[in-house]
């Protein structure tokens, strides 16, 4: 970066969109905050060294995102048979007022589905992206996307099974 507007620009689109990228990375990576720091600090290197070029495209918040889910498939795939991730979570506050043991179930069964099943649902439903860009951030087919979403819906529903009645009348 070269001038100081630009970085001041930059620093103004981190502090607007960190906490955004934040939450994403914690649902793709299935509730494990150390590494979705990790791969928010990366997302956030990569803009900056392009940032010139991302400032002028028009939607860096965009750009920011899908830098997020290809740097989380290229960790997965880097990573998927070394370690693995634990089923215990950590006992947090619920900062959003909402049902923590509703917010848990979730977050455990998300973090129990393949890398790909949970990556398409962040986008298509946490995000709200349409399918074609959800295809786009995958590098994958709109049928793809849809066949995708269908299953890991089904898979995510067999893994909370009756429990989300349960933890949603109590």
């Known amino acids: 970066m070269r001038s100081g507007r630009a970085r001041n620009d930059y620093t103004e689109f981190v502090t607007a969109r960190a906490g955004h990228l934040f939450r994403s990375a914690c649902l793709l990576t299935g ?6 720091e990790d791969l928010v600090q990366e997302t956030l290197g990569r803009l900056y060294v392009k940032w010139g070029r991302v400032s002028r495209a028009g939607n860096p918040a965009a ?16 990573r998927r048979s070394k370690e693995r991730a ?5 006992d947090l506050a619920d900062p959003y007022g909402v049902d923590s043991a509703t917010r848990l179930a979730l ?23 349409s399918i074609q860009e959800t295809a786009e951030v995958m590098n994958t ?3 793809a ?7 890991a819906l089904g898979r ?3 893994l909370i099974g ?7 009348a109590s």
Do not use: I, M, N
């Not at 509730?31 to 979705?36: I, K, P, V």
């Not at 977050?107 to 946490?126: E, M, S």
């Not at 009756?162 to 949603?168: G, I, K, N, R, V």
């Open 145 to 151: 996307v849809r066949t995708r979403c269908v299953r």
């Open 63 to 78: 750009y920011a995102q899908t830098v997020l889910h290809r740097t989380f498939l290229a960790h997965w795939r880097r």
């Open 107 to 129: 977050v455990d069964a998300l973090g129990r589905l393949p890398a790909k099943d949970r990556a398409v649902l962040v986008l298509r439903y946490w995000e709200d992206r």
């Open 86 to 90: 634990t089923d215990l979570l950590p």
């Open 162 to 168: 009756e429990d989300l009645h349960e933890y949603a």
């Open 141 to 143: 087919s709109p049928a």
């Open 31 to 36: 509730g494990d905050t150390h590494l979705a």
């Open 156 to 158: 995510l529903r067999a």
